[in-house]
C-alpha cells in the first residue's frame, strides 16, 4: 500500500485567535487554532519533527495527536520527541520493531547507534493522576470556563476552597447568575479601598450545590487591566494540597513496561515523561527506582544520622533486583510542546542490569553507579541537541 506523506499534524488555515487556550480545552484544538507567534514556532518545529517519522507510521500517530484526548496528544507528542532525540544522536531508528515475545506486543522503538549495540526503547507518561482526580480536574475545568464568561469589569474572582467535587457536572449557568447576583451588587470603589487598606473583610461567597462547595472571593482590578478588552475574570484558584511524593505514578510507570517484552537480548531502555502538575525531583525518580528513604541514628556517636534505602523501588525490593531486563530508565522532567528548550532529561542507569548500557544516551545527563552510589555526570542538553535558543518558543 502506497503511503501519504503529505500528512501534517495541524490544518492549513487562517489563524486569528490571540488568547490563552480555555480550560477545557484540548491540546490540538488550542495549537490548532492559536494565532500567537509562539505557539505558531511549536506547530513548525512538531511539524518538522513529524515529517522525520516513518511515513508508514506517521497516519497512526497524527490520529493520536488529533484524537481529542490530552492523553492520546501528550503520548503521540513524548514519542515524537524520543524520535527527533534519537535521530539527533545519530541512531537510525525502527518504529514498533517486531519481537519474538509473542503476544503480538511490540516495543516503541529500535535504535541503531553509528558505532555500538542497538537498544529498544519505551515511551510512556506518568501524569500523577488517577483516572478519578482527572475526572474531577475535568468537571471544573468547565466551570472555570463558565466564570469566565462572567463580564466583570472590576473585579477578578477568585476560588480559595473547593469541596464534593462528584461525578455530575455541576450547573455553569447557575454559578454565573448566583456570581453574577453577587458582583452587581458590589460597590467597586469601597471593595477597592478596603483591598488597598488591608481589610480582612473582602467580599466572599459559598455557593452549594448538592455536596458541592465553592468559597469565591473577589480582588479589585487595576485601572490597566479595567481598560484591557477581553481580559478574563477568573483569578486565582484554590491551592492544592500535594500528598506524598510522585515516586508512586514513576514506580508504577516502570513496573508497567519493565517486562512487557521478556528478554530482548538488548539493552532496554524506559523513557518516562513526568507530567506531574506539581513537578517531579530528583528524589522523587530515586525512590521511585531505588525506594523510599529512612533514616537511622548513629549507634556510636547518638549524632550522626545514615541514610538508607527501602526495598520498596521498582528495581529493588524485598527479593531483591528485579526488572533487570530493564538497562536504564530515561525522566524527562515535564516535557511539552513549549519546553523542549528547557526540559531537563536525565538517564538513570539500573545497576543490576542484565544488559548495561553505554549507547549515546549517555550524552545526556545522567546518574550512573558508583559503588554503593548513584553519581551525576553532565550531558548536553536537550535546548542545545535540538539546537533551540533557551527563550524558545517566545511569548
Excluded at 520498596?312 to 531483591?320: I, Q, S, V, W, Y
Amino acid at each position: 500500500m502506497e503511503m501519504d506523506s503529505s500528512l501534517r499534524i495541524f490544518d492549513e488555515l487562517e489563524r486569528t485567535f490571540p488568547g490563552p487556550a480555555d480550560y477545557s480545552e484540548g491540546h490540538f484544538s488550542y495549537y490548532n487554532r492559536s494565532a500567537r507567534p509562539a505557539v505558531a514556532a511549536i506547530r513548525a518545529r512538531l511539524g518538522e519533527m513529524f515529517s522525520r517519522y516513518p511515513v508508514e507510521h506517521q497516519a497512526e500517530l497524527r490520529a493520536r495527536f488529533r484524537s481529542g484526548d490530552d492523553r492520546g496528544f501528550d503520548s503521540a507528542f513524548f514519542e515524537l520527541l524520543l524520535h527527533e532525540l534519537l535521530l539527533r544522536l545519530r541512531c537510525t531508528v525502527e518504529v514498533h520493531p517486531p519481537v519474538t515475545s509473542g503476544d503480538g506486543k511490540v516495543p516503541d522503538f529500535l535504535a541503531a547507534p553509528e558505532d555500538g549495540e542497538p537498544f529498544y526503547v519505551e515511551a510512556i507518561v506518568a501524569s500523577a493522576l488517577s483516572d478519578n482526580e482527572a475526572a474531577r480536574q475535568s468537571i471544573m475545568n468547565v466551570v472555570y470556563d463558565q466564570i469566565n464568561k462572567i463580564e466583570s469589569r472590576n473585579f477578578f474572582i477568585t476560588i480559595s476552597t473547593i469541596e464534593g467535587i462528584g461525578q455530575r457536572q455541576p450547573s455553569g449557568k447557575r454559578i454565573r447568575r448566583f456570581l453574577e447576583t453577587r458582583l452587581a451588587a458590589l460597590d467597586p470603589d469601597r471593595v477597592a479601598q478596603d483591598y488597598t487598606e488591608g481589610a480582612a473583610d473582602l467580599p466572599e461567597w459559598l455557593y452549594e450545590e448538592d455536596k458541592l462547595k465553592i468559597e469565591f472571593g473577589v480582588v479589585p482590578k487595576s485601572t490597566q487591566a479595567r481598560m484591557k478588552q477581553g481580559a478574563r475574570s477568573l483569578g486565582k484558584l484554590a491551592t492544592e494540597v500535594k500528598w506524598g511524593s510522585d515516586a508512586s505514578s514513576l514506580r508504577d510507570a516502570i513496573s508497567r513496561k519493565a517486562g512487557r517484552y521478556g528478554d530482548l537480548g538488548h539493552p532496554y531502555v524506559i523513557a518516562i515523561n513526568s507530567t506531574s502538575k506539581w513537578g517531579v525531583e530528583h528524589t522523587d525518580v530515586m525512590e521511585a527506582l531505588f525506594g523510599t528513604e529512612s533514616f537511622y541514628l548513629d549507634r556510636e556517636t547518638l549524632k550522626e544520622m545514615r541514610m538508607v534505602r527501602n526495598p520498596d523501588g521498582a528495581l529493588n525490593t524485598r527479593r531483591g533486583a528485579t526488572y533487570t531486563r530493564v538497562s536504564a530508565v530515561l525522566i524527562a522532567f515535564g516535557a511539552y510542546p513549549a519546553s523542549i528548550a528547557n526540559v531537563v532529561v536525565k538517564l538513570y542507569h539500573n545497576p543490576w542490569a542484565k544488559y548495561l548500557y553505554s549507547g549515546p544516551l549517555c550524552q545526556l545527563e545522567q546518574e550512573v553507579p558508583v559503588g554503593d552510589n548513584m553519581k551525576r555526570t553532565p550531558g548536553i542538553s536537550l535546548g542545545d541537541l535540538f539546537g533551540l535558543n533557551r527563550d524558545w518558543p517566545g511569548d
